[in-house]
């Protein structure tokens, strides 16, 4: 159905689906559905009862196939489990169909690589849904960065039971690091960190350091294991320094106040109440725009690459650390 970018610029409905309608991809198909000159043609899942309750719920049809849209639509949200990126996201692509693909891009660096290059070599729009850029709160925080030295991330929150195919890096992470890394205008020179099983095989609590070629140093820490949920990213630049919680959706800055020569140093504080806009909302509206006007993503493909990378030496930097601990501490002996 894809006929290319001349075809989308045109005012007649987009022909949409969505791949995979769990918790995440429920979401996708309603607000497609709601979305003017779009037209929500199906959603797909291997549970065929789950596929036509979102149907009925989202007034279109349902298969459990997952690539029955393959010839149906223009583009599609692919919201299937990670391990299963690679397989729908290229047979789509392939066939030219636009695809907005959920994060993590992949399960490793190969496949991601697999899925840009399908993209580019299909000449189809591949947006990665790194959910936070579209956070209202991380707009106002990147547009009053200036020259970040010091990034503190903290993502920490209760266990529930979605999301456990991935470790906590995949899971909560990323976000932060892709956030990170579309601060810091440098290239990463060294990463390092600490993490555990908890409730899960995988890692559920995990710390890493992210050292870059300016100077730049940032810490992330990310937890689905913690009573407290937490969402909170500051950063300290010499002018001053930016806080920005997102559960709270306050932007809090703190910089020194003008001030004559030998008077008392003064701090100026001052708070932000960030517009409180739903950032799936603006993530799929964002990739309706980029087909219509065939601009770039703000997350592309290679950006997901970039995110994905990192994560994976973090995990790398883990299983390196875990790999020296012995199995049964002689401090802990009786």
């Not at 639509?73 to 789509?92: E, F, L």
């Not at 697999?114 to 579209?134: M, N, Y």
């Not at 991380?138 to 200036?146: F, G, K, N, P």
């Not at 908890?198 to 559920?204: A, I, K, Q």
Request: glycine share 8%.
């Amino acid at each position: 159905m894809a006929e290319g970018a001349d075809r989308l610029s045109h005012s007649h409905p987009l022909k949409v689906g969505v791949v995979g309608v769990g918790y995440l991809g429920r979401f996708h198909a309603l607000i497609y559905a709601r979305l003017e000159q779009v037209e929500l043609v199906g959603v797909c899942d291997t549970d065929p009862e789950r596929a036509a309750g979102i149907a009925a719920e989202a007034g279109c049809a349902a298969w459990d196939d997952p690539f029955a849209l393959i010839g149906r639509v223009d583009a599609v949200s692919i919201a299937v489990p990670t391990r299963a990126h690679h397989a729908v996201a290229c047979a789509y692509l392939e066939q030219g169909i636009h695809v907005l693909l959920e994060k993590p891009l992949a399960v490793d660096a190969q496949e991601g690589a697999e899925i840009v290059r399908a993209a580019e070599q299909h000449d189809a729009v591949l947006q990665v849904g790194h959910l936070e850029r579209f956070n209202a709160g991380v707009m106002a925080l990147a547009a009053r960065i200036d020259a970040p030295r010091y990034i503190e991330a903290q993502r920490m929150g209760g266990f529930v039971e979605r999301a456990t195919d991935v470790d906590v890096v995949a899971d909560l992470m990323i976000h932060d690091i892709d956030i990170i890394l579309a601060l810091v205008d440098a290239d990463l020179i060294d990463v390092r960190a600490v993490g555990t099983p908890v409730l899960t095989p995988r890692v559920d609590i995990a710390s890493a350091r992210l050292e870059f070629s300016n100077g730049t140093v940032a810490n992330a820490v990310a937890s689905r294991v913690s009573d407290k949920k937490t969402r909170r990213i500051r950063v300290f630049q010499p002018r001053g320094y930016l806080s920005l919680d997102f559960i709270g959706q306050t932007l809090d800055s703190a910089a020194p106040a003008q001030s004559g020569e030998g008077q008392r140093r003064e701090i100026q504080r001052s708070r932000v109440m960030v517009e409180l806009v739903q950032p799936l909302d603006r993530e799929i509206e964002a990739f309706i725009q980029c087909l219509r006007t065939q601009e770039r993503p703000l997350v592309d493909g290679h950006t997901g690459l970039r995110a994905l990378e990192v994560a994976l030496q973090v995990q790398a930097s883990i299983a390196s650390q875990q790999s020296a601990l012995p199995t049964h501490p002689d401090h802990l002996r009786g």
